[in-house]
């Protein structure tokens, strides 16, 4: 079975609800994990905004999650795993906040063949180079959002 990354609050390439934006809660929404290859040995998850007007946006960094992991609940991170800092330089959970049209928010999940060694508060880069020639599998989930 292939890794896969989906949401019970919405499904590809649909809209992801208000309430997970900077217009309600600002929360994430729950992800459901599936698939995920036996020599795996943690999942590492980035959301960014390719839309965004200043080039791609980062909402949320988070590595080092346990591989056994089967959904990231709503509202939390998983647990003993770390959240890097995201372009709101925050280190946690920003959801979407386009500031005009639909945008696309892609929640990308890998599959490592190691823990990461990267610092507390890195930030995407910091953690996509320490990814390369650790992936095992990648899924994503796409969600839309504009603002009413």
């Known amino acids: 079975m292939a ?8 499904g590809q ?8 934006t900077c217009d309600g809660n600002d929360i994430n ?8 290859p036996e020599k ?11 839309d965004a007007p200043m080039g ?3 909402h949320w960094v988070v590595w080092n999650i346990d591989p056994k992991t089967k959904e990231i609940k709503e509202n939390s991170a998983p647990r003993g795993a770390q959240q890097g800092t995201t372009d709101f330089r925050r280190r946690d959970y ?3 906040c386009p500031p005009s049209g639909v945008h696309r928010y892609f929640f990308k999940l890998y ?3 190691a823990p990461l060694a990267v610092g507390t508060g890195a930030k995407k880069t910091d953690l996509e180079k320490a ?18």
């Open 3 to 10: 890794l896969k990354i989906s949401s019970p609050a919405f």
């Open 94 to 96: 920003g959801g979407p």
């Open 29 to 36: 929404p729950p992800l459901i994990i599936d698939g995920v």
């Open 111 to 113: 599959a490592l063949d």
């Open 40 to 50: 795996a040995k943690s999942l590492a998850l980035i959301m960014d905004d390719p």
């Open 56 to 58: 791609t946006f980062v």
């Open 131 to 148: 990814m390369k020639g650790h992936i095992l599998a990648e899924a994503q989930l796409v969600g839309l959002y504009k603002r009413s």
């Open 13 to 20: 390439n649909e809209n992801i609800p208000a309430k997970y």
